[in-house]
């Protein structure tokens, strides 16, 4: 199902997350401590702030790369499946790169949690989800949007050039929506209710995050950087 609420998530939903938003952020805190816990207003911190970089993160997905689009198109960008190496070989350089790296997030994460390693694969997952995703390919996507709109502007001068920015830009939407979908996955045991509030809001597969499988993710296709 789609459902694309970007006005509830900034507005009408803010008073009601900020308890839970607190909760998980304990919870992440405390997630792979030993028995004796040295618990600091710092950790509390990091982890409320990694909660709010979430929502962000989605707001924009919802009010700018994906707002105003049919409901058949936000039905092709829901994650069904794992990115092939056709279509990673497709991409361009940004958008393959961020695929590659979660592709390699998810492999990490599983030999971590078989391992019993919680803290460090909740680190690492955050430390992609805020450097890599959010502060670096969401800034490179923006390229692709304003290109897009430059050329709707211009009334579509330049066939070839307006074919150029539509591809651009609709390989950006799906490679945003299927690294936060997959970044979602790996966070949700550690912060489940931000995450599925936001997956909710995306275009998704399913009617819960809770079921959903990223395991199948961890032997698709890389590319060496």
């Known amino acids: 199902g789609v459902r694309l609420v970007g006005s509830e998530m900034c507005i009408r939903d803010s008073a009601r997350s900020a308890p839970r938003a607190r909760a998980h952020a304990r919870a992440r805190s405390l997630a792979g401590r030993s028995q004796d816990i040295p618990l600091s207003t710092e950790r509390l911190l990091t982890n409320r702030n990694l909660c709010n970089k979430l929502w962000n993160t989605g707001r924009f997905l919802l ?74 390919y969401i800034e490179a996507s923006k390229t692709r949007f304003q290109g897009e709109a430059a050329s709707r502007a211009s009334g579509g001068e330049g066939a070839e050039a307006t074919a150029e920015t539509a591809r651009a830009a609709a390989e950006a939407r799906r490679t945003l929506v299927y690294v936060l979908d997959c970044g979602l996955r790996l966070l949700h045991p550690f912060m489940p209710y931000v995450t599925e509030a936001i997956w909710q809001r995306m275009p998704h597969d399913g009617p819960s995050l809770m079921p959903v499988s990223y395991t199948h993710l961890r032997a698709h296709e890389t590319d060496s950087y």
């Open 63 to 136: 009010t700018t790369s994906l707002a105003g689009l049919p409901d058949a198109q936000l039905h092709e960008l829901r994650v069904t499946k794992p990115m092939g190496a056709d279509e990673l070989a497709r991409l361009s350089l940004a958008e393959r790169y961020i695929v590659s790296r979660a592709h390699a997030l998810v492999s990490s994460v599983t030999q971590q949690l078989d391992a019993y390693s919680l803290g460090a694969a909740g680190t690492d997952i955050a430390r992609f989800l805020w450097d890599e995703y959010a502060d670096w």
